[in-house]
């Protein structure tokens, strides 16, 4: 629908009327675009995108065990194991004195005392003290003793006590005689026995 106005002049120049008359026309009817009316609508994704390329590992090579060469200066030994084995003692055992636990035998108000020699050379006499378990009141007496030459080889030494107490204990006490630093020959006890009572 469209208004159309006409303009119609009249009168002197001076002054000009103007009337507008106004009218209907109708006006043609015009498609509207097809772009311009809704209709379905359709999604296009994108394309995915190609992968990246992964480059190749390249191989890492392992180290091996090489073989070492050891030179060794002539003149050293090597490849022999020492010999940390002690040589065998005389008569046995290492200490300095020995430690000698005497045997003993009970008899009859008597015991009879042996041991092994001891193989140092430093070595000049064995002691041995019948030492009573039984106090007595006042002053102890002094126990009867024994003494034996060292002999030339490795073999038993015995003693014999006589005269002792019957039904009484006994420990004996067994010394070997060594020099000392000075060389002044000392008693040095090397040994005792267990008590042993006397028949």
């Keep these: 629908m469209a208004a159309v106005g006409l303009i119609a002049l009249s009168g002197p120049v001076t002054e000009v009327a103007a009337t507008v008359t106004a009218s209907r026309t109708p006006l043609p009817a015009v498609p509207a675009p097809a772009a311009a009316l809704p209709g379905q609508v359709r999604v296009v994704a994108p394309a995915p995108a190609a992968p990246a390329a992964v480059p190749p590992v390249s191989v890492v090579d392992i180290p091996r065990p090489q073989p070492i060469e050891v030179r060794v200066r002539p003149g050293v030994p090597y490849g022999v194991m020492p010999d940390t084995d002690p040589p065998p003692s005389a008569c046995g055992g290492y200490a300095n004195p020995r430690q000698i636990l005497p045997g003993v035998v009970p008899g009859v108000a008597s015991a009879t005392v042996s041991w092994q020699a001891d193989g140092s050379a430093a070595v000049q006499r064995y002691r041995v003290q019948a030492v009573s378990q039984q106090l007595v009141s006042g002053l102890q007496p002094d126990p009867p003793f024994q003494v ?18 019957s039904g009484v204990p006994y420990v004996f006490w067994l010394e070997e005689e060594v020099p000392d ?10 040994g005792t026995s267990s008590a042993v009572v006397i028949p």
Aim: include cysteine; charged fraction near 5%; charge should be neutral.
């Design 181 to 190: 630093s000075l060389g002044v020959l000392r008693w040095v006890q090397v």
């Design 148 to 165: 034996a030459a060292q002999p030339a080889d490795c073999v038993p030494v015995t003693v014999t006590f006589a005269g002792l107490t």
